[in-house]
């Protein structure tokens, strides 16, 4: 792999937030959160076969019920049959 494809990578990763993955480990929740646990907000963690996961679109949305807030992507999620579905395979 050459050094300019990895500067490339970086830079898009950089500049497109699309790209972060939705689940996140518990360390990378807790950075996110500023040292605070996701449960405290009321978002629990997905048990997997290997670690548990945090959904990041869960928490981005209980820090806004919580600031009072309305879900700027409200009805841009996917139906929660089809979330569900996925995690599902993932287990």
Do not use: C
Request: aromatic residues 8%; hydrophobic residues 45%.
């Amino acid at each position: 792999m050459s050094l300019d494809f990895v500067a490339v990578m970086k830079e898009a990763a950089a500049t497109a937030p699309e790209f972060e993955p939705r689940l996140v480990t518990g360390p990378i929740a807790l950075r996110y959160l500023g040292g605070e646990r996701p449960e405290r907000f009321g978002v629990h963690a997905i048990q997997g076969k290997r670690q548990r996961l945090y959904d990041r679109r869960a928490i981005d949305a209980a820090l806004d019920r919580i600031a009072g807030l309305e879900s700027a992507q409200e009805g841009a999620d996917p139906p929660q049959d089809a979330f569900e579905a996925l995690v599902e395979e993932w287990r």
